[in-house]
């Protein structure tokens, strides 16, 4: 059995994907905790509903981002987690926490990286003109937006989009994408050897 710890920041719509869809296809895996850095996160409510526990370790209680690092780090791993996955998670990760997750350590962009890193991808997209957008799942590196890439989905950016509908024509493929990268690190298919993506069968 894999234990996954999930951390959120707000809404959690790709972590109800993951619960969901661990529950409905049996994977071989646990959600043994999700955790927020902010009281108010809304997917704290759904996790609780699922009898999944939660914890919030609040950013705003730490003076450096050293400290916070530490204090998540500490209250993860009472949960002893395989593979810590970042869902909607916003906050920069120190160096120090990024390689003690090395290799066990997911997040979700929502941009075909390396474009349109960082904060307001879908904004970026529009301003930039492109006419593909998506978003990407990526192992986490102490590179910001940049770890190797597990996974990808496109879609077409539509004439007359505005940040709102491209946002939710990306967020429903990375409820795709997402559950189905835990799930392939959750029966050993995915793994990062070597700074690189490997894919077993
Ligand atoms: C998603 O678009 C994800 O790619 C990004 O933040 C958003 C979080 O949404 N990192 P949710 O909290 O999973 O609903």
Do not use: C
Not at 5 to 22: F, H
């Amino acid at each position: 059995m894999t234990s996954i710890v999930i951390l959120i920041s707000g809404r959690g719509s790709n972590m109800q994907a993951i619960v969901r869809a661990a529950a409905a296809e049996q994977w071989p895996a646990h959600i043994a905790a999700v955790i927020s850095n902010r009281h108010d996160a809304q997917g704290l409510e759904f996790a609780r509903e699922h009898g999944i526990p939660v914890a919030v370790v609040s950013n705003k209680d730490y003076s450096t981002r050293d400290a916070f690092d530490a204090a998540l780090q500490e209250e993860i791993e009472r949960f002893s987690p395989d593979l810590v996955v970042l869902a909607g998670f916003l906050r920069i990760l120190t160096g120090a926490f990024v390689a003690h997750y090395a290799g066990r350590m997911l997040n979700i962009h929502p941009s075909l990286l390396p474009a349109f890193p960082g904060l307001a991808t879908h904004r970026q997209a529009l301003v930039a003109g492109v006419k593909n957008h998506g978003a990407t799942v990526h192992f986490v590196t102490a590179d910001l937006d940049h770890g190797p890439i597990v996974a990808q989905a496109v879609v077409p950016v539509l004439s007359g989009d505005t940040e709102e509908t491209l946002a939710l024509r990306v967020l429903e493929q990375e409820h795709v994408i997402y559950p189905a990268a835990v799930r392939s690190f959750v029966e050993g298919k995915l793994a990062l050897h070597n700074n690189k993506v490997w894919f077993g069968a």
